[in-house]
């Protein structure tokens, strides 16, 4: 290993975790994944091992140590206070690191994954919702990321409770048919049978045993039911992902300044259809002042979250190497 | 104690239950009260004590022992089947009990509780909503009661949820002013403060965190302050009330055909003002042809079923006298 001075980004998710080990020049020289990363959602001990995971692999694919490393920057929701880093630096400096450690949010990584300006906006539209207004390369604005109970319009979850309420009135004969009822019936494994009970379809009492035996969270899982659907003309599926779309445009332009790159992540916007399409007309001309981008993670914005805190200023050359140079090791 | 034959109506619900005896002319002979009834959300032991409690103490204020008693009607949600009757058999028949024991729909008690027709509606909006169609004296069609999560639509939850919802719009920025704010943020204990993170205020942290500690169903809480603010002309709090009253006419005009009585029990539809209004406004003409009744409970109307159960058909003299006889135990 060369002894110039290397940071480390980690991207810690509620489902996943990444760590991108880079030099200055933003060749990404190590690259590891691990488990479950968020402290609040997973628990500290279990967030420690998912980071640590990551971090491990990405040393060992670059045969580095902690003891080179002078800046690691953690990007993870709701840790943006540093207050309670024990659960990371204890074993991180167990294992050699003497250098800084930042918490940044997990959307500033996002950003920094799409764009290298010091100003701009992000977007997640995933199994929750939230954007972010980026100025001077920090947090300026936030909009939703409320969760499921009070926000996060839009999203997978915010999608499929709005899916299962559309399958529950066909079912009921309440609401319009729409070929979701079947496809929701199949994704439970519930079979379509023409038994009643109390003047309700059998199958609707089973959908509602199966909803409430899961996690709210879960209908999430409905989502791609939706695009499948609305893939086939279903005017049901259509009309929620149409909405969807207009909930997100609604949520950025509660944050709109100036113009600037918007960086989305997540699967509800990043794929072109009818989310999109209704998110770019309701937006209408402030879409003009965006340039959207799309990224997988915030992988590469967390390595370049630790440049920044490292003192560099990484332009778009250095993002477009690190995203690159990444490649190889995906 | 007389030996005319007895019946005895149980009315058990989530958080409380109701026994009441009666004879055949509608006199209530002795009333008990218990804890949670309902084996589906208290478990079978739990729901066994709250409704042994209501019968012990029905049986103590008559001096009736369940030997003189043919037949006893359960009324629950979601215990229409009785093939799963052993959590409540068992105990009873240890206690000398040899008749026969019925369960029924909760909300077919709360419709003999202020109806003696065969035929009519019943609706009850408290922290869930739900509504169904009588014929024949039992159920033949049902409107929502799907759950916070898949409906419940115009119930105490649901205006809790756009209570929040409302809040953290107005902490936000985004939504109009209201004084839900200060009246949900002390409901909750949470002080005001101009402090900021992420450039959004401290108490929408402080909520969000707040209202994610508690289960779901807990926002149902905040129906109170809905009801205080519409009072004093909070326009937001009038919106949510109206939408409210909407919802739970769209639900019942679902099932309405004939005319007949509209018993309502639960507190949200009960009360005059906004809610109530809008309800009577959506529904519009189809409102003539109800007969509109609140009710507290569903005691009477499960006397009312066990009578029906032991081959008399009640009519409106014996649900009167049952509610007025039922006065002196209450």
Redo the contacts between chains.
């Keep these: 290993m060369s002894h110039e001075p290397l940071v480390l980004g980690i991207d810690a998710g509620g489902t996943s975790t990444r760590a991108l080990l880079s030099n200055s020049r933003g060749d990404s020289l190590g690259f590891g994944a691990g488990g479950r990363g968020n402290p609040v959602s997973a628990g500290a001990q279990r967030a420690a091992t998912g980071v640590l995971t990551a971090v491990e692999a990405a040393l060992a694919t670059s045969g580095a140590s902690l003891a080179e490393i002078p800046v690691i920057v953690a990007a993870m929701a709701g840790m943006?206070s540093s207050a309670n880093a024990d659960w990371l630096l204890g074993p991180l400096t167990e294992r050699g690191f003497r250098g800084t450690l930042t918490f940044e949010?997990d959307l500033l990584a996002i950003y920094f994954s799409g764009a290298a300006a010091a100003a701009g906006y992000a977007m997640v539209s995933g199994t929750g919702a939230c954007m972010?207004?980026v100025e001077d390369g920090d947090?300026?604005?936030?909009?939703d990321g409320?969760?499921w109970?009070?926000?996060d319009r839009g999203s997978g979850f915010w999608i499929g409770?709005q899916v299962?309420?559309a399958v529950?009135e066909d079912l009921?004969?309440?609401g319009a048919g729409t070929s979701l009822t079947r496809r929701v019936l199949e994704h439970y494994d519930l079979a379509t049978t023409p038994a009643t009970?109390?003047?309700?379809p059998e199958a609707l009492w089973r959908?509602?045993a199966t909803?409430?035996d899961r996690a709210?969270i879960e209908?999430a899982a409905l989502t791609p039911a939706a695009f499948d659907a609305a893939q086939e003309n279903d005017a049901v599926a259509i009309g929620i992902l149409r909405e969807a779309g207009q909930q997100l445009a609604r949520?950025l332009r509660?944050?709109l300044r100036a113009p600037g790159p918007l960086v989305i992540g997540g699967s509800v916007l990043s794929r072109a259809g009818v989310v999109r399409d209704a998110f770019l007309a309701t937006l209408g001309e402030a879409a003009d002042a965006l340039v959207l981008r799309n990224v997988g993670d915030g992988a590469v914005g967390a390595a370049m979250l630790a440049l920044r805190a490292h003192g560099t200023a990484p332009d778009e050359t250095v993002r477009e190497r690190l995203t690159a140079t990444l490649q190889r090791f995906r």
Tied chains: 1, 2.
């Design positions: 943006q949010a972010i207004r947090v300026a604005g936030t909009a409320l969760g109970l009070l926000g409770q299962i309420r529950a009921d004969g309440t009970r109390e003047g309700r959908l509602v909803a409430y709210p209908l949520s509660a944050i």
